[in-house]
């Protein structure tokens, strides 16, 4: 199987590519501009995928408030032409998206296919690039995932790290919940998904588990071997934000179960396997 990645130069491309070598074209955005909707026909063309995941994203969440348009385009609009593109060539789409396609009000895990209600506007563009993704008439999986870090871009778990070396204690916000997600696994269950014959559509790529961003701190501050006790809880609205988040991000797993296939495992094992790639 050929596989071509796009935004191959974010911690899940960088770890997609990784993993499957030299089967994979992996284009970062000065490789390819997904706006730019003659060049993605022509790469289509030329590598002759198999599989496309398309890793390319806006994602500065507080930004898109103010520049939704921008946003749009790249998470909605492009995706539109990625997805038309790889129906033409008989290529398998996998669209990564977001649990913030959801109003975050819920109180138990989101199935895949809850009603969606984006509360801000990087949200909503996401969402627009999964109806897109799913309209081109071609075979495509969206996979939904959260709360991402790894060992190949800025995260929350560098972040505490970090300020972790800085400060005495740090405040962290502990009335979100959702499911801290590594970027390895979900790269293992990209490939198992796409190369397993499963039916097309929606699957939630998160750990199993659940915590808040406290509970992560806390967990990353053991691992360096520092006192979790520096971590303090406090509420969002102690920190203010352009865009509102999603008090409640747990997304339910129950596809993967019907395709036959494993989802991931519980989100305190997975930092502790991922740990030894991600500590100063």
């Known amino acids: 199987m050929t596989w071509l990645i796009t935004g191959a130069g974010g911690m899940l491309g960088t770890d997609l590519a990784a993993r499957l070598g030299g089967d994979a074209v992996a284009l970062t955005r000065a490789g390819l501009d997904l706006c730019d909707p003659a060049a993605v026909r022509a790469a289509l063309r030329r590598h002759r995928p198999a599989t496309v995941v398309n890793c390319a994203a806006w994602t500065a969440v507080d930004a898109a408030e103010t520049d939704e348009g921008a946003a749009l385009a790249v998470n909605g609009t492009a995706v539109g032409t990625l997805a038309a593109a790889c129906a033409e060539a008989g290529a398998t789409l996998v669209q990564i998206s977001t649990d913030y396609v959801f109003d975050g009000r819920g109180d138990r895990p989101y199935p895949e296919d809850a009603p969606t209600s984006p509360v801000n506007a990087y949200g909503r563009t996401k969402l627009a ?8 008439g071609g075979p495509c999986f969206i996979v939904r995932t ?8 800025p995260n929350f778990v560098r ?3 970090r300020l972790a070396a800085e400060r005495d204690t740090v405040s962290v916000v502990d009335d979100q919940i959702g499911q801290p997600t590594w970027t ?8 198992a998904l796409a190369g397993s014959g499963a039916p097309p559509g929606v699957y939630h790529g ?4 659940r915590t808040t ?4 701190a806390r967990e990353i501050f053991t691992l360096l071997g520092l006192d979790p006790d520096r971590v303090r809880p406090v509420t969002s609205a102690e920190f203010t934000r352009p865009a509102p988040r999603p008090a409640y991000s747990v997304l339910g797993h129950d ?14 094992d997975a930092l502790h396997a991922a740990w030894p790639s991600l500590r100063p």
């Open 129 to 136: 690039g999964e109806r897109a993704a799913a309209g081109a």
């Open 146 to 153: 959260a709360w991402l870090y790894g060992a190949h871009g």
């Open 255 to 268: 596809r993967w179960a019907e395709a036959g296939l494993k989802p991931m495992r519980d989100w305190r």
């Open 184 to 191: 390895g696994d979900l790269a293992d269950r990209i490939i």
């Open 159 to 161: 972040t505490m790290t």
């Open 213 to 216: 961003w406290y509970g992560l």
């Open 206 to 209: 998160t750990a199993a588990g």
